[in-house]
C-alpha cells in the first residue's frame, strides 16, 4: 500500500498562519493520536474485517479529499483526519495480523519502534541540522508513481520481488519524511497542522508496512 495524497496549500484562508514553532508540536500530537487511533482499529477488528479491508481502504482515501476540501474549519478536518485514521487502521489489519500470525507479534512491535525511531532521527537531524530537502520533491513523487506503476505490472509478470518493491518504498519515503519535516520547520509552507499530520501518518505507515515486509520476508526466506 504505497501511495501517497498531496494536499493543496494556501487554502486556510487569512489569520490561520501556524508559527513554526507551534507547528512541529501541533503536528506531532494530532499524527500520534491518529496512530493510536488506527493500533486500535488494527486490535480491535484485526482478525474480522477480511475482505471489506478495501472498502475501508477506499473510504480512507475518499476521506483524504474531504480533510484537504475543508481545511479552512480545523475542528471539522481534524475530525475527518481521525476518522481517516481509523478507516485507515481497519485498510492494513489484515496485513498486520497476517505478519502477526506467521512471525509473532514481536515483529510487528519491532516494525513499529523501527519506525518511529527513524523518524524521530530524521526529524532530530532536520531541525538540528537545517536539512532542507524540499527542492527535490518532485524527483521524489515521480519515483514513487514509477514504483506504483511497477508495482502494478508486477502483479501480472511479476518482475519484482515484494522485498525490492519494499526496500523502494522505504527509501523513496524516507525521503518525503526529511522533506515533510523541512516544511513544518519552515512552518508548513501554507499547509495546515492537519494537512502535515496526514503526510507524516502517511509516511509512517508506508515504512511500517515496507519495514514488516523487508523483515517478514528475509526471516522466512531464512527458515
Known sequence: MAYRFQPSPYGAGPGTAVKPQSMLGQVLGITALGMCISALAVYLFGNSIGGLSWIAFFGAFILLFAINATRANSALSLLLFYAFTFLEGLAISPIVTTYAHLDGPAIVYNAALTTGLGMFAVGAIVYATGLDLRRFQGWLMGALLLLIVAGIASMFFH?????????????????????????????????????????????????????????????????
Open 159 to 223: 518482475f519484482i520481488s515484494p522485498t525490492i518493491y519494499s526496500w523502494g518504498v522505504l527509501v523513496i519515503f524516507t525521503g518525503l519524511v526529511f522533506i515533510d519535516f523541512a516544511r513544518i520547520r519552515a512552518g508548513g509552507d501554507g499547509y495546515t497542522p492537519v494537512q502535515m499530520a496526514v503526510q507524516i501518518y502517511l509516511d509512517a505507515v508506508n515504512i511500517f508496512l515496507a519495514i514488516l515486509q523487508i523483515t517478514g520476508g528475509s526471516r522466512r526466506s531464512n527458515d
